[in-house]
């Protein structure tokens, strides 16, 4: 099984300020995906990546595929109460069973 | 949008007995569901990938004999936590894979409390 490390595993700031959460790992990865979820529910997909130095940008949302596909980028700009959650980058499990394998997620505060 | 439906909720259950829990494709057929478990403050754990009109597959370390999958429809696929203990407790979640560009979509957790 291939591993994902997720780094900060926990993160509060201000309304307004930006960030930055990184998902990385020794392997290469055929692609990445990020997810939201909040408590009690399931996983929401945010972006899948699949390109080496792939960017994305969902409004106030910029993901980054590294070009040796290994690691990615959340990066977040005026942040907002709503954005709060928890992020979790996710890719193949690599086990043939085509099921996922998860970061330890960011638990992301955005304080009014 | 694709939804997988996963029932109950929540269930509260006694120390020993079983739990069953279903999760539905309700406008997709999915041949490959993915059960994980999610201790608090922790991320998922993929424990099983469940295909249907087979028998599943388990990750290391999941014990097959406790954790039933049964996957009989294109559409069905249920968990079954027999003998259920404590340390059991958990967020169980289910998940099927729809497209490369559309990612894995994935039920809204069961809450297992045994106590």
């Known amino acids: 099984t291939q591993l994902l490390e997720q780094s900060p595993q926990f993160l509060s700031i201000q309304e307004g300020e930006n960030l930055t959460v990184y998902c990385n790992s020794s392997s290469v990865f055929s692609s990445l995906q990020w997810y939201r979820q909040e408590p009690g529910e399931g996983p929401v997909l945010l972006v899948t990546v699949v390109t080496g130095g792939e960017v994305k940008k969902l409004k106030r949302l910029t993901f980054q595929f590294g070009d040796a596909r290994k690691d990615s980028s959340l990066h977040i700009t005026a942040a907002q109460p709503g954005d709060t959650g928890l992020y979790l980058c996710?890719?193949?499990?690599?086990?043939?069973?085509?099921?996922?394998?998860f970061g330890k997620g960011t638990h992301l505060i955005i304080q009014p | 949008g694709a939804v997988v439906s996963q029932h109950p909720s929540w269930v509260i259950c006694k120390s020993g007995t079983s739990v069953k829990i279903e999760c539905r494709s309700l406008d997709f057929q999915a041949t490959t569901m993915f059960w994980y478990r999610q201790f608090p403050k922790q991320s998922l754990m993929l424990m099983a990938t469940?295909?249907?009109?087979?028998?599943?597959?388990?990750e290391q370390g999941v014990e097959k004999d406790k954790f039933l999958i049964n996957h009989a429809s294109l559409t069905l696929s249920t968990l079954t936590v027999t003998s259920a203990h404590p340390e059991d407790s958990s967020f169980y979640i289910c998940?099927?894979?729809?497209?490369?560009?559309?990612?894995?979509?994935f039920g809204s957790g069961t809450r297992l409390t045994v106590v």
């Open positions: 996710a890719g193949p499990s690599g086990g043939g069973a085509d099921g996922l394998t």
């Open positions: 998940s099927a894979f729809l497209a490369r560009d559309y990612g894995y979509t």
């Open positions: 469940s295909n249907e009109g087979s028998k599943a597959t388990y």
